[in-house]
């Protein structure tokens, strides 16, 4: 068994909510071995994932939540790879806005829920799923104390927390969600984020809001 690793890439294209539309750069993160690996994230270009994928078997896509640019090409890449998409219930408003509703005989869901503590094997490492409402009310991130970084989507960037004030965010709920579970993590974490550069949990913790 190879060792587990993490694979990056950029992919293009935009995010709509509430009536207005934004051009975004979107980071596209594999993690795994040489042969299995899970896709944190579905964002703007199947093509692109699979290029990061590089031929490995997919276990799942894990959406850390279910903005449009998060998870807008999911059901294609399921239909591409085989592989279950994974996203935290309470998410499922946001998901309808892109994916369809019940009213909607095009509609499409995701395949299995996520659940805060709940912990995915990918060879021989555990991603830990941390429920981190706020930016979203089904927000994730996913810790792997074994890789020492945490995936967190729009929940926390290098530079503090992610953007609220539009449909379905708090501030003061992310900014709890941080508090309680992101500043937990050991100050050495490597912080991937979902748009933009890495960062760690003790730079972002000696920042402040």
Known sequence: MTAARVDHGVTSGTFSLDGQTFEVDNNVWVVGDDTECVVIDAPHSVEGILKVVDGRR????????????HVRVAPELRERTGAPILLHPDDRPLWELTHGGPDDPEATLWDADLADGQQLTIGDIALRVLHTPGH???????????????????????????ATGRSYSDRAILEGSIQAKLFALPDETVVHTGHGSDTTIGAERERGF
């Open 136 to 162: 979203a009310p089904g927000a994730v991130c996913l810790y792997a104390p074994e890789l020492g970084c945490v995936f967190t989507g729009d929940t926390l960037f290098q530079g503090g927390p992610g």
């Open 58 to 69: 997919v276990l799942g896509i894990v959406c850390t939540h279910a903005h449009d640019d």
